[in-house]
């Protein structure tokens, strides 16, 4: 996916410590947590953990290991997510119909792939052999983004509404809650790092003040330095009309004062289709918020929380972003927009809905064979997102990198952030 | 239901064996095989267990244990079935959507429940309480047969095709296999006696020799000695006409020159509605078949087998057997047919789907309250079936005992019993 | 279908007297009003026209005409309504989807095939030739009634609920409207004979006194005199138990009572089935029925009208009708126990459901060939209902007749008949 | 939409010769053709007609005529097709069930509102009143092309094939068939004129050598002068990188070698969301196209004919399109580069399909009111095309238009144009 050198000894370093982290993830869990889908979009736990051990298996150990034998051959056909390329797989909609292979099934497979590993890792390598490993950590730390709200959607729709670990901390997010809503991720700067400059107040103010951009051509997409996915490739000049961009996302509180004002019963905020779905699924607030006695509650890794009016607003589609921001009388920006702009602000916290479909960018090429088919082929109906969030791994955003999903999605850590010419 | 009496200590021996039995039937399952639902008739294993537990803490604890508080509020939700009287609860499609409470939880509010009862079980109670809990042992029964089908389903729909015991015999079916079709439980008489006798040839003509039954008035429905459900009872008469009934059920072998004959392609022998069945549902042989390299193959309890020619077909659905029957030129027996003759053959091997739709009987009455809601609500649009299964609890079954499904229903063990005029 | 004679000029005259028939019905509609088809259930006008000519096309004219042409080849595929024998059709779901044949061309198809049949039935033809032509007939008359009650739908779901015929008076129906609900049909007794009796009193209180039917053998279905369908055939003997019915529908009025009293909101009186499908569909009163700002209406074929309370309640579905007996405290009668009463009340007006599910007599045989589909693969989920209705066309009713509907459906001119014992 | 000048008697004439535009149209057609709807995207004929006057009685008489009293106070519902601010309506799947209004009747709605229009017509308006008609007669050319393109799906669907015209010649192609594919219109240049050159050689060889685009900053959109919709305004720069573009669609004959070479089997050229398409809809080749004895055969407006080789591909969805683009090895432009180079070639027989989404160009504003859900409530999950049509009304075509579709939609004359780097 680029040019970039990294030595053997850190490669295995890399590989132990991706690999162990999604174990780490999943460690709070109870065994039957690993088995359920309670909605088409989200994976069970055991199948994330088997299918980023399959990809290895598939793309590494059968590629270049001579002699390598299958852990077992049924798997291809399990743990396959939507390669074409490498044979027929369980349908999406049925991973959470199979209670074998077991969880316990899963970690042999992993401990046996991560053996098979090593010793490969040991060995010499190409360099495009290298690069492939490095995707499939890439690809690794996706499916950790995914394992974390999959986690959350499975638990936070149970009736039972049990936590993920009761004391849970994002490392993102400061724990002096008062601050919460202020720190945001800046690139190589960490985000405690900028709280304890004590800058505080002018801080504030300039969280409030838009950040303003000139027209004229800026340069989009990946430099070809370290590790980027195919569709941010293709680094190409836009032409940007001026603008001027929030520097925080919309609260809570923000987002509450919208559904207080009949947000979601007036369809001039609304695209057409989004209309349909707000009134075919009756939405009427973020995913995982709850009416309860006391008021605005959400469902978070601890459980059920009152809601934080200073927080930035969570799991929204990309239909209630453009509906809060016809509402605000503002836009939302568009990807190129985002990206120029973006050593301006915090981001990191959130995924942030573009006014960009998902397309290739000029130059695109899908790769050969079954890595061609990572995301070229759906460039087509998304919408897409800029950042990163709370439960991206650290170290897997960078500005450049380019998120898509369905209009109608929100089982992510998506947000908004408002544009204005 | 009925009137019947038993004393305490057998009871209270009763509840022990049943509840126990539940558990056994659970022993050989993995965690995450109680999880899943791969099909919306069939529910989880720690759903069933959890539901009978739920029967006896809402019909018996809560109703006549003074103070008695309930093991988790939460759990009316997520273990009521249908019964509208006692408040909302998961829709039946998500039941695999909950991977809590899990089956760990479900075993601690067993032995909770449990305890509660047999403390409840040594006091006084009224007779119509007796009954009551009666009830709810034979309501564990029926779940216990459709833990064994659920269970079935669940692994022999998994891709890995785990078996449920290696060794796995039917209680009810003969160790000898070439004997095995002949024997069928016949009311107290067990089969294993039967075959001792050594008249095999004798009982092999017979087999072959329709039951002759006289054209007149007889007598159906449960004569109320014994426990029996509210749809068997209103003991009533008939008139039928003279018919022959076969001792014995359609084998796997003739089942399978239906379709060497073009069963599944000619309209003919189908209902209309099971036609667009079988071409919507792509259908073209029983549940668990599957053809490979070696000829046809069936899923058992102890995995993939080949298929037992001599066996009793199992698996069909009512527009199956209709269809074999009208291809065979002869046709089902009605509920009426079947019951006035049951004496006379063996019978409890297979579910026999009968010609009669599920109605109430003369002076049906559905009960007060919740029970009420046993038997009455389902009787349209469902087809009744007789006799029993290889998975049925032993001393569940009755002549009298109507059961019923949809007739595109198979995943019990049903079969198919011929009848002429 | 069974044994009669009849001269080769009264067949004539039939024939020409049932054919106008269908013409005239249509004659009111507007050119627009043939080619709608706004429910799965509902048939276009000019398709009933064209199918029941392809019927006499392509059973007798293809079959004993030599060298006979069809008017069309395409024909085949658009009229063929369910005949898996005669090839390949229009899906039903599509019969509304097809402008062409016009109404124009149907009515020439209908004049062409009338005239080949006139020549062919002034020839000499075989007894069975002869009852295969009654058949189509009364299978003409059966369209005859499904073209009033689908107008019927396709005018009352029009939101400018244009009127059939302003002064629209059914030919069952007294002009009197205060004595309307009294007049119901009796066999050969026409209504307006019995109102002319003057003996308004006396009947009255008949009306309110059920009739009280005792234990014993009755003899059911068809005795072989004059046309019936093959599912009346096979008169066999049932047992019923002592049980009184009431001699009068029941009314709008009542039903409304039942509608004040909460019945679509409560559960207990709804199979399990009928609730779902009233929650589904959001249910709440028979079709038709239009709660407008002057109280309850109703659209008839006049248009909209006020609601007589009086009149005997229609366009109810079974699931409907089981719930007000529910609520009523009784029950529908079986089929049954109708046919062996029916001497003894007017009938005529509604069809009346029954509890008894369709299914087959004794000794039931399909016939061969094309014919054998008329009536036998229906019968697995549907629910038989006896008498007649307003619409039925005169002559096409008697007391054996077995109709038969899903027990949703309810655009027929269904009503309720009540049983205790 | 823009600042123009036309004074009163041009406007009379305009409205004149549109508003009677599609009343020949629909000449051809028999009454029965005008109220189907085969397919949910498909409006009946009447449907059109009533819309397109329902618009000018909305939004002219209704809001300037003083006393203007509606024709029929129902049509506001029947024919409002999707404006949330002017009330509710019939859905858009219910309007082929719908007999009444007749075709009749919404001509005689025509003649009232033409006859009130021209009263208006003749007398003062405000300016933006002018323009308010001049988008009403835009927005009924509109639906002039969705009145042949829904046609041609109402006839083309019917078993029967009736051709609309048996000797129907679309305006814009020429009679000369040999000579057809090259002829495309060229902005002002009648194609007619181009054939008269007899350059003919010249141009054939043009044709097959694609059109170089320097990279550099292009101006994108509707420059104010003359109608255009909002969605064509706010003109702004865009970045391209070097292009080159075909000067003529892709042929039938083309396409044809990509079904022959497995374009629809090979899921390497589809996307994700176009596979699933093809798969489940059973897709092998364009809309309108039938394998016969002779070949392959195409539904036209005379009705079936043999494949054209010639002609370019047409009623291919958005899907199709980029398969046959990666199955060249080449792509789609997008719309940008498409305008950009459209003085350079011929275009105007297929709308064409572009690798670009539908999103608001900079500076987009919704106008206030109904007439503000035109165009912006459209922009998510749709592709822009760019030309026009052989069915889109002369003059209604220009450079910056921007057409647009769901990706699976191909019912109108769509085509494909490719571009390379």
Same mark, same amino acid.
Request: proline share 4%.
């Given at each position: 996916?680029?040019?970039?050198?990294?030595?053997?000894?850190?490669?295995?370093?890399?590989?132990?410590?991706?690999?162990?982290?999604?174990?780490?993830?999943?460690?709070?869990?109870?065994?039957?947590?690993?088995?359920?889908?309670?909605?088409?979009?989200?994976?069970?736990?055991?199948?994330?953990?088997?299918?980023?051990?399959?990809?290895?298996?598939?793309?590494?150990?059968?590629?270049?290991?001579?002699?390598?034998?299958?852990?077992?051959?049924?798997?291809?056909?399990?743990?396959?997510?939507?390669?074409?390329?490498?044979?027929?797989?369980?349908?999406?909609?049925?991973?959470?119909?199979?209670?074998?292979?077991?969880?316990?099934?899963?970690?042999?497979?992993?401990?046996?792939?991560?053996?098979?590993?090593?010793?490969?890792?040991?060995?010499?390598?190409?360099?495009?052999?290298?690069?492939?490993?490095?995707?499939?950590?890439?690809?690794?730390?996706?499916?950790?983004?995914?394992?974390?709200?999959?986690?959350?959607?499975?638990?936070?729709?149970?009736?039972?509404?049990?936590?993920?670990?009761?004391?849970?901390?994002?490392?993102?997010?400061?724990?002096?809650?008062?601050?919460?809503?202020?720190?945001?991720?800046?690139?190589?700067?960490?985000?405690?790092?900028?709280?304890?400059?004590?800058?505080?107040?002018?801080?504030?103010?300039?969280?409030?003040?838009?950040?303003?951009?000139?027209?004229?051509?800026?340069?989009?997409?990946?430099?070809?330095?370290?590790?980027?996915?195919?569709?941010?490739?293709?680094?190409?000049?836009?032409?940007?009309?001026?603008?001027?961009?929030?520097?925080?996302?919309?609260?809570?509180?923000?987002?509450?004062?919208?559904?207080?004002?009949?947000?979601?019963?007036?369809?001039?905020?609304?695209?057409?289709?989004?209309?349909?779905?707000?009134?075919?699924?009756?939405?009427?607030?973020?995913?995982?918020?709850?009416?309860?006695?006391?008021?605005?509650?959400?469902?978070?890794?601890?459980?059920?929380?009152?809601?934080?009016?200073?927080?930035?607003?969570?799991?929204?589609?990309?239909?209630? /972003?453009? $509906?809060?921001?016809? %509402?605000? !009388? #503002?836009?939302?920006?568009?990807?190129?927009?985002?990206?120029?702009? =973006? *050593?301006?602000?915090?981001?990191?916290?959130?995924?942030?809905?573009?006014?960009?479909?998902?397309?290739?960018?000029?130059?695109?090429?899908?790769? /050969?064979? $079954?890595?061609?088919? %990572?995301? !070229? #082929?759906?460039?087509?109906?998304?919408?897409?997102?800029?950042?990163? =969030? *709370?439960?991206?791994?650290?170290?897997?955003?960078?500005?450049?990198?380019?998120?898509?999903?369905?209009?109608?999605?929100?089982?992510?850590?998506?947000?908004?952030?408002?544009?204005?010419?």
């Amino acid at each position: 996916m680029s040019n970039f050198n990294i030595d053997r000894e850190d490669l295995i370093d890399l590989y132990k410590r991706i690999r162990r982290s999604s174990i780490e993830i999943c460690r709070p869990l109870q065994t039957e947590d690993y088995v359920v889908q309670p909605a088409d979009q989200v994976s069970p736990p055991k199948w994330h953990l088997g299918h980023t051990t399959w990809f290895f298996e598939t793309f590494i150990l059968k590629q270049f290991v001579k002699g390598y034998r299958e852990f077992d051959p049924n798997y291809n056909y399990v743990f396959n997510s939507y390669y074409e390329s490498v044979g027929t797989r369980v349908l999406r909609t049925d991973r959470g119909n199979l209670s074998r292979p077991t969880a316990g099934d899963v970690m042999r497979y992993r401990v046996n792939v991560d053996s098979d590993m090593f010793e490969f890792l040991n060995g010499e390598m190409e360099e495009h052999v290298k690069e492939l490993i490095i995707l499939g950590l890439n690809h690794e730390e996706q499916h950790q983004e995914l394992l974390m709200s999959d986690i959350k959607y499975i638990l936070g729709h149970n009736p039972l509404f049990p936590p993920y670990l009761k004391d849970y901390r994002s490392p993102r997010i400061a724990t002096d809650r008062n601050e919460k809503y202020l720190h945001y991720q800046n690139g190589n700067n960490e985000a405690y790092k900028y709280r304890s400059t004590g800058e505080f107040k002018t801080e504030n103010e300039f969280l409030n003040k838009n950040i303003k951009k000139q027209e004229g051509i800026y340069e989009i997409g990946a430099t070809g330095v370290g590790f980027h996915w195919d569709n941010e490739m293709g680094r190409h000049k836009v032409y940007l009309e001026e603008y001027s961009i929030a520097p925080r996302l919309v609260t809570n509180g923000e987002y509450l004062q919208f559904m207080a004002d009949g947000g979601y019963k007036d369809f001039r905020y609304w695209h057409a289709q989004g209309w349909e779905w707000v009134n075919k699924e009756n939405i009427s607030s973020p995913l995982y918020w709850h009416m309860m006695d006391n008021g605005w509650n959400t469902y978070t890794f601890r459980g059920i929380e009152k809601l934080d009016l200073n927080e930035a607003v969570a799991h929204v589609s990309y239909f209630e /972003a453009y $509906a809060y921001a016809q %509402y605000a !009388g #503002k836009r939302l920006p568009t990807e190129f927009e985002w990206e120029a702009a =973006s *050593e301006q602000f915090h981001w990191g916290l959130r995924w942030e809905w573009t006014e960009s479909a998902y397309l290739p960018y000029p130059r695109f090429k899908k790769a /050969a064979g $079954a890595i061609g088919e %990572y995301n !070229g #082929k759906f460039m087509v109906g998304q919408q897409v997102l800029r950042g990163g =969030s *709370e439960v991206t791994p650290p170290g897997h955003s960078r500005k450049t990198y380019r998120n898509f999903f369905q209009p109608e999605q929100r089982w992510q850590f998506t947000g908004i952030r408002l544009v204005e010419n």
